[in-house]
């Protein structure tokens, strides 16, 4: 019986998920004025290129940018019609004493300086497979303080590894940009065993490592390195391990 | 007496003939007339420079305009790329039986085409039918039927269209792929699962989603006798909120 009110409890928090309340409209919120300068800019149905063009804007008049998702932005019109516009056409507007927009698009400049970074790694972890997942903050360009959280998965013994450490992009202005890192962590390792009922452990861990990135478009770039992580046991000698892992990150 | 008039005296023309060295450079006395032409030149060469001046200067000013620029504060542009909900379906546990799960799931638009997704689910089987036929055999304890599953996976957009409901009503709408990583937890072991899959999502309003989704959670295991890949399909219902 327990169970099925578990079950029950979810069911209900699921639906009142679907039913939360709408997020919050600022029914006042000032919001930006964009006068079109092309001879016109197309607004799409939805926030895609193949989302069909409903309505044309001409020049001389403006635009009221309501939100953004993605590289689209919507938009209203004098006229009260809303619609999606692409960054783009956006890029093509001037405000109202007539400079040019200007917004952040993210591209090689971006890759090179920017604030925070993201993403997510699969590996392999002293034989285990590793997923994780990190976050960075640069302190300079070449700078970057990170934290990765992963769990691995082995035949042998499950277990979680949490590292904090620094990341030293040596060119960041390079498309492939190699670096190197070096911190400390936790693991945590849950031995599978039938016979006797296992002891999970908590050791820390220190751990150096090399590695590069390669930027992809926009947002994206690749990241592949190697850690070598000595785990401070409880016996006499450290135990060594090796980590490699490719990921798929994003920054902002 | 006397010597106190003198110096009186000669103290008044010493300041008459001062007077006459400091006034000539005012008043053009006929007896400096040298000077005076020297002085008349000076007026003409400063009267030239002021004309020469007076061209590269700016016109002058006839109407003062008394506009304020008016100062364009740019507000942020709100950005909505993150997307958070739940979905609710049934899952075939491969070997077991279909059962029900519930998800949540977290999304970050990034582009228009790619998206990340974190989700977790949990179901939980019922008995297999060797177990039903076998009377009083039991393969797992409650805990152990427990599948709880978690997933970091990358989604792409395509197929964008429109769906219409009547005469008024156009919603936007999108298939989506979806294929990551994650863990899943099941027969008292956790183990590692990819997963994959394709859904249909649409957008009532710009905030809410509404999505359906079918998907196989596909993990390696030897807990069934041999070492096989087991796929587990479910297919659900679900909705998420725009933040």
């Given at each position: 019986m327990p169970r099925r009110s578990t079950t029950k409890r979810w069911r209900l928090l699921a639906l009142l998920l679907c039913l939360?309340?709408?997020?919050?409209?600022?029914?006042h919120r000032e919001l930006l004025q964009l006068f079109v300068t092309e001879p016109f800019i197309e607004l799409h149905t939805?926030?895609?290129?193949?989302y069909p063009v409903a309505q044309v804007v001409a020049r001389g008049e403006s635009v009221d940018v309501l939100f953004r998702r993605t590289e689209w932005f919507k938009v209203r019109t004098e006229r009260g019609v809303e619609g999606w516009a692409s960054e783009r056409s956006v890029e093509t507007t001037t405000l109202a004493d007539g400079s040019p927009f200007k917004f952040d698009r993210g591209d090689r400049k971006g890759f090179q300086s920017h604030r925070w970074e993201g993403g997510i790694f699969a590996g392999d972890y002293a034989g285990a497979t590793l997923v994780e997942g990190f976050l960075a903050r640069s302190l300079t360009d070449n700078l970057k303080l990170e934290l990765h959280v992963g769990q691995f998965l082995g035949n042998l013994s499950n277990g979680y590894i949490a590292d904090l450490g620094l990341n030293h992009v040596f060119?960041?202005?390079?498309?492939?940009s190699p670096f190197v890192t070096l911190g400390t962590g936790v693991e945590r390792t849950e031995p599978k065993a039938t016979l006797v009922t296992p002891l999970n452990q908590n050791y820390q861990t220190a751990y150096a490592g090399a590695g590069a990135r390669f930027y992809l478009t926009r947002r994206f770039f690749l990241r592949a390195e190697y850690r070598h992580h000595t785990v401070f046991t409880k016996s006499d000698a450290n135990e060594v391990k090796q980590e490699w892992k490719v990921g798929f990150a994003y920054f902002y | 007496m006397e010597s106190r008039i003198r110096v009186l005296l000669l103290a008044s023309v010493l300041m008459l003939t001062s007077g006459c060295a400091t006034m000539h450079r005012h008043m053009h006395w006929p007896f400096h007339r040298h000077k005076a032409q020297a002085s008349a030149q000076d007026a003409d060469a400063a009267a030239d420079a002021a004309a020469a001046a007076a061209d590269a200067?700016?016109?002058?000013?006839?109407i003062d305009p008394q506009v304020e620029r008016r100062k364009i504060k740019v507000p942020k542009i709100k950005a909505k790329n993150v997307e958070l909900g739940a979905y609710f379906g049934e899952i075939s546990i491969e070997s077991y039986t279909a059962a029900p799960v519930v998800g949540a799931v977290f999304d970050y638009h990034v582009t228009e085409d790619f998206f990340f997704e974190a989700a977790a689910g949990r179901s939980k089987t019922g008995k297999t039918s060797f177990e039903t036929l076998g009377g009083?055999?039991?393969?797992?304890?409650d805990d152990e039927r427990r599948f709880t599953y978690y997933n970091l996976s990358l989604g792409y957009n395509f197929l964008p269209g429109e769906v219409f409901l009547g005469r008024n009503l156009a919603m936007t709408s999108g298939m989506y792929l979806l294929g990551g990583i994650g863990s899943t937890k099941f027969e008292g072991d956790q183990k590692f699962s990819v997963n994959f899959g394709a859904g249909f999502r649409v957008l009532p309003t710009d905030w809410l989603t509404i999505r359906i989704e079918a998907q196989d959670q596909v993990f390696k295991s030897d807990f069934l006798g041999t070492d096989r890949l087991r796929n587990n399909l479910s297919a659900h219902i679900g909705a998420t909120v725009f933040f």
């Open positions: 939360a309340p709408l997020p919050g409209r600022a029914a939805g926030p895609g290129r193949g060119m960041p202005e390079w498309r492939f | 200067a700016p016109p002058p000013v006839v009083n055999v039991q393969l797992l304890t």
